[in-house]
């Protein structure tokens, strides 16, 4: 598996909306700097690079629910969640 898988820009459920929702979570920087984020159904941790905002699933687990070395806490001020469209 890849580091990151990218997804539709839509979100990680396909087209959808987006919703604001809160995360904590804790982040090594192992991608740079991203624009935002959210915990997905599925456990993972989806986020949107600056360079070209489309999706990214976190499939290495730089993002994880748990402190750990080279770890730093990270909490979002703008909070985002993709949701199926109805």
Aim: proline fraction near 5%; hydrophobic fraction near 35%.
């Amino acid at each position: 598996m890849s580091e990151a898988t990218r997804v539709s820009s839509a979100g990680a459920y396909g087209p959808g909306t987006v919703a604001p929702v809160g995360y904590d979570a804790f982040y090594d920087g192992f991608y740079g700097p991203f624009y935002d984020g959210y915990w997905g159904a599925d456990g993972a941790f989806y986020y949107r690079a600056p360079s070209d905002h489309d999706w990214r699933r976190d499939d290495a687990q730089h993002f994880r629910h748990e402190a750990g070395a080279g770890f730093r806490r990270i909490h979002s001020a703008r909070r985002w969640e993709a949701a199926r469209a109805m």
